[in-house]
Antibody, heavy 118, light 103 residues
Framework: QVQLQQWGAGLLKPSETLALTCAVYGGSFSGNYWSWIRQPPGKGLEWIGEINHGGSTNYNASLRSRVIISVDTSKNQFSLRLSSVTAADTAVYYC????????????WGQGTLVTVSS | DIQMTQSPSTLSASVGDRVTITCRASQSINNWLAWYQQIPGKAPKLLIY???TLQSGVPSRFSGSGSGTEFNLTISSLQRDDFATYYCQHWDTFGQGTKLEIK
């Protein structure tokens, strides 16, 4: 059973860069896509982007200019960087697994609340 | 871009009720539709994928149906643990959510 554990800074100032990492335990790191999804307080879910073990990425068009998702296969980890944050980026950020050739997310991290405030 | 629209936004029901939540896609997505349950403060949990396949470990009172542009999530007999928010999802797009409340 795959488990995802995530961590990163929870309080940022406007214009700073958000950085989160997600470690994958159990299951296969290859053959899957590893995603980041966020949820502003009291609102719905927004897909940010994903990466596979080979480093191929897909990003939400609305965030593409500010997002970098990277992978470290030696550690079974993947990371999110979101630059130039504003208060609108305040959200709970989740990492999640998408099985290749499927369109759903079957395993999720515990979530990290990131607050952007001056 | 494909839009996913859920209805209703809020649903009030009682323990033991049968309820149905609907999700409509702006164009055909065949059966590539998933449903999630989210309890406050927790990550979403996959319930159903490919429109009607129950994820391992999910109680059989949950079922999914539909194809093309219209899909349903049905809970046959509500239990207390089922009062939560439900989301549909296709690829990179989630519905806006349906909050299931106790009547």
């Amino acid at each position: 059973q795959v488990q995802l554990q995530q961590w990163g800074a929870g309080l940022l100032k406007p214009s700073e860069t958000l950085a989160l990492t997600c470690a994958v335990y159990g299951g296969s790191f290859s053959g899957n896509y590893w995603s980041w999804i966020r949820q502003p307080p009291g609102k719905g879910l927004e897909w940010i982007g994903e990466i596979n073990h080979g480093g191929s990425t897909n990003y939400n068009a609305s965030l593409r200019s500010r997002v970098i998702i990277s992978v470290d296969t030696s550690k079974n980890q993947f990371s999110l960087r979101l630059s130039s944050v504003t208060a609108a980026d305040t959200a709970v950020y989740y990492c999640a697994r998408r099985v290749a050739a499927a369109y759903n997310f079957d395993s999720w991290g515990q979530g990290t609340l990131v607050t952007v405030s001056s | 871009d494909i839009q996913m629209t859920q209805s209703p936004s809020t649903l009030s029901a009682s323990v033991g009720d049968r309820v149905t939540i609907t999700c409509r896609a702006s164009q055909s997505i065949n059966n590539w539709l998933a449903w999630y349950q989210q309890i406050p403060g927790k990550a979403p949990k996959l319930l159903i994928y490919q429109a009607s396949t129950l994820q391992s470990g999910v109680p059989s009172r949950f079922s999914g149906s539909g194809s093309g542009t219209e899909f349903n999530l049905t809970i046959s007999s509500l239990q207390r643990d089922d009062f939560a928010t439900y989301y549909c999802q296709h690829w990179d797009t989630f519905g806006q959510g349906t909050k299931l409340e106790i009547k």
